[in-house]
C-alpha cells in the first residue's frame, strides 16, 4: 500500500511538478485578488455584509453611465473588428508569402502598439492642434476640428480601432486554414457555385473562429485603461467602468467598495465572455 501511495504521489509530482511555480504565482497574482474584491464588495464599513456597495453604484448615474459606455464601446468595437478584420485576414490567406509575410510584421506592430504611446500619436495626428487638423485647416480653411475629440465615443472608436482590427486579424488568421482547397474543388465538381459553397460550407466552419475572435476583442475593449485613461482628458469624455475604477482608486471619495463592484463587474463579463469562447472553440474543433 505504502509503494502504491509512493509511487502515485511521484506521479503526481512529476506531472504537475515544472507547473507549481506558475500555478503559485496565479493563485497570488489572479485568484486572491480576485477573492479580494469579491469580499470588498458585500463587506460594508460597519463590519457586517450585504448589498449596500452595489446598490449605491446601481443608484449612481455616473456608474450607469459606466457600464453602458463600456459594453457599447465592446460592442461597437467587436462588430467593427469583425466587418474589418475577417475579410482582412481572408485576403491575407491569399496572398503569396512575401506579401503575407510583410502584412503580418504589420499587423503585429499595430496590436503591440497600444497604451500611452498610442494615444499620445492619436491626439497629435487629430487633436484640436493635431498636425492632420492643422493640415485641413491651412488647405481647406477649416476652423474647426473636423475629427471628434478622442474622448468621445467616436474618438475612442477610432483610436481603438487601430489595435482591435491588427489584433482580430492574428486571432483569426489560423483558423481561416481550416477550408481545404480540395472542399471547394469538390464544391466544384458537384457544380456548386462560389455563393453556395460559402453559404453551405464556408461560413458554417468559419462562424465559431469568428464568433470567438468577436468575444475576446470584445472582453479585450471594455478592460482596457491605458489608452482611454490617456484620451479621456476632458471633464466631458466617454465614462467607462477602468477609468471609474481609477478615478475611485485615486480619490477614495466613495470608499473601495465602489471600486470593488465595479471591479467585480469586469470579472463577470471577462468570464461569461471566456465561457462562451470556450463553447466556440469547442463547436470549431470537430472540423480541425
Not at 480576485?34 to 460594508?44: E, I, K, M, P
Request: aromatic share 12%; hydrophobic share 55%.
Amino acid at each position: 500500500m505504502t509503494f502504491h501511495i509512493e509511487g502515485a504521489a511521484r506521479r503526481l509530482l512529476t506531472r504537475w511538478g515544472p507547473a507549481l511555480p506558475l500555478l503559485a504565482f496565479t493563485f497570488a497574482t489572479l485568484v486572491l485578488p480576485a477573492l479580494r474584491l469579491v469580499h470588498d464588495t458585500f463587506a460594508l464599513p460597519d463590519g457586517t455584509y450585504g448589498l449596500g456597495h452595489i446598490t449605491k453604484v446601481i443608484a449612481n448615474p455616473v456608474d450607469r453611465q459606466a457600464v453602458a459606455g463600456s459594453l457599447a464601446l465592446g460592442f461597437v468595437q467587436a462588430t467593427l473588428a469583425t466587418a474589418i478584420g475577417a475579410p482582412a485576414a481572408w485576403l491575407i490567406t491569399r496572398m503569396r508569402l512575401g506579401g503575407r509575410a510583410f502584412w503580418l510584421s504589420l499587423m503585429n506592430v499595430a496590436a503591440n502598439f497600444a497604451g500611452i504611446g498610442l494615444a499620445f500619436g492619436f491626439v497629435a495626428l487629430i487633436g484640436s492642434t493635431g498636425m492632420l487638423t492643422l493640415v485641413l485647416r491651412a488647405l481647406l480653411g477649416v476652423e474647426d476640428n473636423p475629427f471628434p475629440s478622442t474622448g468621445s465615443f467616436s474618438g475612442m472608436n477610432i483610436v481603438y480601432l487601430y489595435f482591435n482590427v491588427p489584433m482580430f486579424v492574428l486571432l483569426t488568421l489560423p483558423a481561416l486554414s481550416v477550408l481545404k482547397e480540395d472542399w471547394q474543388e469538390a464544391a466544384a465538381v458537384c457544380k456548386a457555385t462560389r455563393w453556395q459553397f460559402w453559404r453551405h460550407v464556408g461560413i458554417p466552419v468559419l462562424a465559431p473562429f469568428v464568433v470567438a475572435g468577436w468575444l475576446l476583442v470584445f472582453t479585450w475593449t471594455i478592460g482596457v485603461y491605458a489608452v482611454a485613461y490617456a484620451v479621456a482628458a476632458s471633464p466631458g469624455s466617454q465614462k467607462l467602468i477602468t477609468l471609474q475604477i481609477g478615478t475611485t482608486l485615486e480619490t477614495s471619495v466613495f470608499g473601495l467598495g465602489r471600486a470593488a463592484v465595479l471591479s467585480v463587474l469586469l470579472m463577470i463579463l471577462a468570464v461569461g465572455a471566456t465561457v462562451l469562447y470556450r463553447q466556440c472553440l469547442k463547436r470549431a474543433a470537430r472540423w480541425l
